[in-house]
C-alpha cells in the first residue's frame, strides 16, 4: 500500500458512509436475514415463501400451500389465498406487488387489519428471497386476472403485465438461489418435508404437499386431528400410558390457545411450543402457564382424591412432566420475542391465558376421567421417589464439584485460563487420540477429556442411574454446571465456552458422538440452547504431492484439490471413496485416508481440527426439537423396525460406509 492509499484509508469522511440501495444489503449480509449462507439458509427461502401462505390461511383465505423442487432446483410455492396486491401503491406509485419484492420492510403484518396473526414481523421475508435468487418469477391471481413480474437478483425485468383471466385466486412464487451467494444448491426433500409437516399439525385446516421431479417423490400432509396427531407423531415409538392425547382448545383476551399432550413409558419431558406457527424453543411466557397450570391441577387432584398422603412424599412440577409429551400453540397478534430470534416469548398477559385456560379444562377433564387421573399420579409418585434417588446422586456431585480442582476427573488435560468465554473442551474417542490431541493442543484455552469405550444410553435409564456412570460423571465434573433440566443446571458455573464433540470418522465414532448427543438433549439441554455444544471436523484425506500437503473433509473436496495439484486424471481414476487406511499412489501424488483421531500426529491434528484459524466445527443447535426427539427415539430406542426403516429411507446419503 502507498503513503496515499495508507492516508485515504485512515480518513473517515462523508465520502465514507455507503448507503445501500434497494435489496443491496440483504445481498452484502445474507446472514443477517436468513441465518447463512450453507444449507440451512438455503432451506430458509422456501420457508420465507411458505410462510406468506400460512399466514394468509391464519387469515382464513388459503387451504392449500403447494411445494415443488423442480430437476434445475429451483423451486415453486403456490397458495390459494387473495394474492399479493397488483396494483398501484398509494405511496410508492408503482405496482404494489414489485413493492413486496423488492423493499425490505414492505408487507401487510404491521398493522392488524389484513393480518390479525402472523409469524413474519418485519416485512423482510419474500423480499429476501427475491434478493438472494439468481431469478424470481411471481404470478398473482386476483380479481379474475392473472398477473406475472419477473426478477433477477431482485430487480424487477419487466414491468408488471397480464397473462390472461382466471376465477381462482392466489399466489405462486417460483425462484432459483443465487450460485453467488450459496456454497451449494441442493435442495433436501427430508429438510423441507419436516418443516412442511410440522406447519400442517399446527392448522389442521390446510393441506401442504410437497412434490419433487428430480426422482418423482411427492408427499401430502392433512391432519384433521392437528396437535393432537402431532403428539401421536412424536411419540411414535414410544408406549403411550393413556389411550388418547388430551386435547385443550379454547379462546381467552382473543388470544387461542391449542395443546394436546400424552404421558408414555420415556423417564424424559418433551414439551414443544409454538407461537404463530414460531417454534419457540426456549420456552417463554406460554410455556410457564402450561407448566404452572399442569402442576397445579394435578397437585389438586391427587390431595383431594387422597392419591397422595399430605407429608408422605411431595410431587414436584418435574415429576408430573417426566414422560410428557406435548406440543402447545398459541395464536398471539402482537407477540414480543426475547432477542432477534424469536425463540422465547415475552408477553406476560399470555402466561396468564394460558394458565387459567388449560387449568380450568384440565381439572374438568380429570375429574370426568378418574382411571386416567390416576395413571398419571401413579406414574409422577413414581418419578418423585426416583427423583429422590437422583437428588441423592446428584448432591454427591455437586459437593464434589465444590471442592473446585481437586474434583476435576484425574483424566482431564484442564487449559490454564479460567474464563470460560475464551475456554474449550474437546471430548475424545479413546487414550489414543487423547493422546495427539493433548500433545496438538494450545494448553492455554483448550481442554481435552478422553472417554474411555462408549457412555451409557440415557434413553433407557432414569437420572440417578445416569449418575452412576463414569464417563458422564467425568463430564458432569469438568463441566461444572450441574446436569438436569432448566432449573437444575447453573450455565454461568460452566467452565468452557465451548464443548466439542471429537470422534473418528467411522461406525463406533458416529455410534459415541450419538449416544453424546443423546445425553446433551436429555438431560443438559440448555448447552444446546445455550449454543456451547459443537461437533468437530477431522479430515478424511491427505493428498501429497512433493512437500506438498492438503487435507480434505470429502470426497468432492478430496477430487478438487488434487486437481488444483494438476492430477485431474488421478482424480477420475480414483472416482469414489476410498478404504480406511487405503493409500493410493498415482501421478506423483499420495492420497491416504485417515481411520481414526489416533492416526494423526499432534501437528496434522493440530493443524486440521483444532486449530481455530483453519478448522471446521459443526454447531449443535435446538432448531427443531420435535423431530430431534423422535429421531433419538428411533436411534437409541428399544423398537428396532422403525430404525430398519430410518437406515433403509437415508441410505442413500451415506459416505465412506465402514463396514
Given at each position: ?374 395413571r398419571i399420579i401413579e ?142 438433549f436429555r438431560y443438559m439441554?440448555?448447552?444446546l440452547e445455550n449454543k ?128
Open positions: 500500500m502507498t503513503k496515499e492509499q495508507e492516508q485515504q484509508a485512515r480518513q473517515y469522511s462523508e465520502t465514507s458512509i455507503k448507503v445501500l440501495e434497494g435489496l443491496e444489503a440483504v445481498r452484502k449480509r445474507p446472514a443477517m436475514y436468513i441465518g447463512d449462507v450453507g444449507v440451512r439458509g438455503l432451506h430458509h427461502l422456501v420457508s420465507e415463501v411458505v410462510d406468506n401462505s400460512i399466514d394468509e390461511a391464519l387469515a382464513g383465505f388459503c387451504d392449500t400451500i403447494s411445494v415443488t423442487i423442480h430437476k434445475d432446483q429451483s423451486v415453486t410455492v403456490e397458495d390459494n389465498g387473495r394474492g399479493i396486491p397488483v396494483g398501484p401503491h398509494p405511496v410508492k406509485k408503482i405496482s404494489t406487488l414489485e413493492v413486496v419484492m423488492c423493499t425490505l420492510h414492505a408487507g401487510g403484518k404491521f398493522d392488524k387489519q389484513t393480518y390479525q396473526v402472523s409469524g413474519g414481523l418485519h416485512g423482510v421475508g419474500v423480499s429476501v428471497v427475491n434478493a438472494l435468487s439468481e431469478w424470481c418469477e411471481v404470478q398473482v391471481t386476483r380479481d379474475g386476472e392473472v398477473h406475472q413480474q419477473r426478477y433477477t437478483r431482485g430487480a424487477p425485468d419487466y414491468k408488471i403485465k397480464k397473462l390472461g383471466k382466471s376465477k381462482k385466486s392466489g399466489t405462486k412464487t417460483t425462484f432459483y438461489p443465487d450460485a453467488e451467494i450459496f456454497k451449494t444448491i441442493d435442495f433436501r426433500f427430508e429438510v423441507l418435508e419436516e418443516r412442511l409437516r410440522e406447519l400442517a399439525y399446527l392448522n389442521k385446516t390446510i393441506k401442504i404437499s410437497l412434490k419433487d421431479e428430480r426422482n418423482d417423490e411427492e408427499v401430502i400432509f392433512f391432519f384433521k386431528g392437528g396437535l393432537k396427531d402431532f403428539v401421536e407423531y412424536i411419540d411414535t415409538n414410544r408406549q403411550p400410558l393413556i389411550k388418547k392425547p388430551i386435547y385443550i382448545e379454547g379462546m381467552r383476551d382473543n388470544t387461542p390457545v391449542e395443546l394436546a399432550f400424552q404421558y408414555n413409558d420415556s423417564y424424559s419431558e418433551n414439551i414443544f411450543t409454538y407461537v404463530n406457527n414460531i417454534n419457540t424453543h426456549e420456552g417463554g411466557t406460554h410455556l410457564v402457564g402450561f407448566k404452572t397450570a399442569l402442576t397445579r391441577a394435578l397437585n389438586n387432584y391427587a390431595y383431594k382424591n387422597g392419591l397422595v398422603k399430605e407429608g408422605k412424599i411431595s410431587i414436584s412440577g418435574d415429576d408430573f412432566r417426566e414422560g410428557l409429551t406435548a406440543v402447545l400453540s398459541v395464536k398471539v397478534a402482537e407477540p414480543q420475542f426475547e432477542g432477534q430470534t424469536k425463540t422465547k416469548l415475552g408477553n406476560s398477559e399470555t402466561k396468564s391465558i394460558v394458565e387459567t385456560l388449560v387449568g380450568e379444562q384440565l381439572t374438568l377433564f380429570l375429574e370426568q376421567n378418574p382411571p386416567v387421573a390416576k406414574k409422577a409418585v413414581r418419578a418423585a421417589e426416583a427423583r429422590n434417588a437422583a437428588r441423592r446422586a446428584r448432591d454427591l456431585t455437586r459437593r464434589k464439584n465444590a471442592m473446585d480442582s481437586l474434583s476435576l476427573p484425574g483424566k482431564l488435560a484442564d487449559c490454564s485460563i479460567t474464563d470460560p468465554e475464551h475456554c474449550e473442551i474437546y471430548l475424545v474417542e479413546g487414550d489414543s487420540a487423547g493422546g495427539s490431541a493433548k500433545q496438538g493442543r494450545d494448553r492455554r484455552f483448550q481442554a481435552i477429556l478422553p472417554l474411555r469405550g462408549k457412555i451409557l444410553n440415557v434413553e433407557k435409564a432414569r437420572l440417578h442411574k445416569i449418575l452412576e456412570n463414569n464417563e458422564i460423571n467425568a463430564m458432569v465434573s469438568a463441566f461444572g454446571a450441574g446436569i438436569g433440566g432448566e432449573e437444575d443446571m447453573d450455565l454461568s458455573s460452566l467452565r468452557y465456552g465451548k464443548i466439542i464433540i471429537m470422534t473418528d470418522a467411522d461406525v463406533d465414532g458416529s455410534h459415541i458422538r450419538t449416544l453424546l448427543l443423546t445425553f446433551f439441554k440448555p448447552l456451547n455444544v459443537y461437533i468437530a471436523q477431522p479430515p478424511l484425506y491427505k493428498i501429497k504431492k512433493g512437500k506438498t500437503e492438503r487435507y480434505a473433509f470429502d470426497d468432492d473436496e478430496r477430487d478438487e484439490i488434487i486437481r488444483t495439484l494438476g492430477g485431474a486424471k488421478v482424480a477420475d481414476a480414483i472416482d469414489g471413496p476410498v478404504d480406511e487406511n487405503e493409500v493410493i499412489k498415482k501421478g506423483g501424488m499420495t492420497v491416504s485416508r485417515f481411520k481414526g483421531l489416533g492416526e494423526m500426529n499432534p501437528e496434522q491434528l493440530w493443524d486440521t481440527t483444532m486449530n481455530p484459524e483453519t478448522r471446521t466445527l459443526l454447531l449443535v443447535t435446538m432448531e427443531n426439537a420435535a423431530e430431534a426427539d423422535r429421531l433419538f427415539q428411533i436411534l437409541m430406542g428399544d423398537d428396532v423396525e422403525p430404525r430398519r426403516q430410518f437406515i433403509e429411507r437415508n441410505a442413500r446419503y451415506v459416505r465412506n460406509l465402514d463396514v
